[in-house]
């Protein structure tokens, strides 16, 4: 079993539509949470990040961590087509060299 | 803004042959890492490093190896390329010092190896 599951999509919606994007882990030492964005022949941008657990929201984005499920998802309002790309989550724990542990990615599609 | 550059963008290699790919970044961080990304299985990191002349193996240290004389740049040497190393190849960098918590890590644009 991978540390880290996130379903692999691809998703395809229409714009304006809300988004729910989800990853599931068994790692109980993970502290730090983060969403990366790819784009198609790019490296990945750091989106959101999140200690520990709660919401955060940035504009038509909020990260949530349930730490007790083992469970973080990404919520995206009002999609845009600019918006299609990989979500890849990934988190870390504290010491150790920090090293990220990435799930498999999201390939979305927001159609017009 | 944080800039991480790879040499190439696409490669192409035989089986055998030794490889070098390239990143800098002009950022002065500390902390450098190479991955692969290959569909179904994510990123996965093969080697960091915390420091020059610093490396620790990652999840999948086999059949590659590092450089870093210098502070901005950091090399992936694949010693005899084989068809398996075919993949998407990422290098990042990384605010902080030594086991800070914080991650935020900046990803370089990617080098598509292929190997035949």
């Known amino acids: 079993q991978k540390e880290v599951e996130q379903d692999p999509g691809p998703l395809s919606v229409p714009e304006g539509a809300i988004v729910s994007l989800n990853c599931t882990y068994s790692?109980?030492?993970?502290?730090?949470f983060m969403w990366y964005r790819q784009y198609s022949r790019k490296g990945p941008e750091l989106l959101m990040y999140t200690y520990s657990s709660g919401n955060k929201e940035d504009g038509r984005f909020t990260a949530q961590v349930d730490k007790s499920s083992k469970y973080i998802s990404l919520f995206i309002r009002d999609s845009q087509p600019s918006d299609s790309a990989t979500y890849l989550c990934a988190m870390s724990g504290t010491g150790g060299g920090n090293k990220l542990t990435f799930g498999t990615g999201t390939q979305l599609k927001v159609e017009l | 803004d944080v800039k991480v550059t790879q040499s190439s963008r696409y490669l192409v290699k035989r089986t055998g042959e030794k490889v070098f790919l390239e990143c800098v970044q002009d950022?002065?961080?500390?902390?450098m890492f190479w991955y692969r990304q290959d569909p179904g299985l994510g990123l996965r990191l093969i080697y960091f490093s915390y420091d020059v002349k610093m490396k620790e193996k990652g999840d999948i240290p086999e059949g590659y190896s590092v450089s870093r004389e210098k502070k901005e740049r950091f090399s992936l040497i694949l010693e005899s390329a084989s068809t398996n190393q075919t993949s998407m190849y990422l290098c990042?960098?990384?605010?902080?010092?030594?086991?800070?918590?914080?991650?935020?890590?900046?990803f370089g644009p990617g080098t598509r190896l292929t190997v035949l």
């Open positions: 990042a960098s990384r605010t902080g010092t030594g086991y800070s918590s914080y991650n935020e890590q900046f």
């Open positions: 790692n109980s030492a993970f502290q730090y």
């Open positions: 950022m002065d961080h500390e902390n």
